[in-house]
């Protein structure tokens, strides 16, 4: 079915929409100018490669299914779009049409993952795990405590990953040590609140179902992403002090109460931005 649109005249529209692409370009302004002459970030890096982020599409306002825009010519041009004599609007029923298994996929994900209990005793050993007995490694940093050192970590904790899409890099001698071999087919009955890369992957949801998705949600949860991944390489093996991070040592006691405070307060911030997009996967549902 349709729902009623919210009509928004170009005056309400224009300074959302204006207010939004500057605080994009901001949180971007990094990498662009890295990316301009040609310089990587090790940390950084990952949202822009691995969730294939362009800033000039995250810093574009969508104000999502079920609002209409007046005088809005450049929306009309863009994909999944429709125009009429009211306004421009997103295209729910197109939208739905071509996306709507994306759009149930995810909705049931994130509900399953916000029912689970809050997972905290992982104690970021993925990042240790891609690195176990390697000869070569994905990020261009020295480990802090050497090769020798990380193996000796692994080792003497428990790999509890729920994450797939973290435990599928883990080394061939690190993989049989997870208590769970974790595969695609099980994504939906393993991913739990407390993983880090469960939050990070919001985004990744919001960007696979712009722009039905209100652009504030992604650019919210672009923001927690980039927050968490710092948090991730500084509990990694990796020695992160050139980017002006301490590192968070879960090798000890006092590094494993620290990751798990870390977890509990991203957990927190992601579980409200979980519950808005599952509610704007609603949206969308109803809407066409």
Not at 69 to 96: I, M, N, S
Not at 180 to 188: E, G, N, P, V, Y
Request: aromatic share 8%; hydrophobic share 45%; glycine share 6%.
């Amino acid at each position: 079915m349709t729902l009623n649109s919210t009509v928004l005249s170009r005056a309400q529209w224009e300074p959302l929409a204006r207010a939004h692409a500057e605080r994009a370009d901001a949180v971007t302004a990094g990498h662009r100018a890295r990316a301009e002459r040609g310089a990587k970030h090790a940390i950084e890096d990952f949202l822009y490669e691995y969730y294939s982020t362009r800033p000039s599409l995250l810093r574009r306002w969508h104000p999502g299914v079920g609002v209409t825009l007046e005088d809005a010519p450049d929306h009309a041009t863009w994909r999944w779009y429709t125009a009429d004599a009211a306004g421009v609007r997103v295209d729910a029923r197109a939208f739905w049409e071509a996306r709507g298994e994306t759009v149930a996929f995810v909705e049931e994900l994130l509900r399953r993952t916000a029912a689970r209990p809050l997972g905290l005793g992982c104690f970021g050993m993925h990042e240790w795990a891609m690195v176990y007995r390697a000869r070569e490694r994905r990020h261009p940093l020295p480990l802090r405590l050497g090769q020798d050192g990380t193996d000796a970590v692994v080792e003497a904790n428990p790999l509890v990953c729920t994450h797939f899409d973290a435990f599928r890099f883990f080394t061939p001698q690190a993989a049989p040590r997870n208590a769970i071999q974790l595969t695609r087919a099980d994504q939906m009955e393993r991913e739990q609140p407390g993983c880090l890369h469960a939050t990070m992957d919001l985004y990744k949801w919001c960007a696979k179902l712009a722009p039905a998705v209100p652009s504030e949600l992604q650019l919210e949860c672009f923001e927690l992403a980039l927050e968490v991944r710092r948090v991730d390489m500084q509990a990694s093996p990796y020695d992160v002090s050139s980017f002006g991070l301490e590192a968070i040592p879960v090798e000890t006691p006092e590094g494993k109460s620290q990751y798990a405070a870390l977890q509990r307060d991203v957990a927190a911030r992601g579980a409200v931005l979980r519950e808005r997009l599952i509610a704007a996967c609603e949206a969308i549902r109803a809407a066409a």
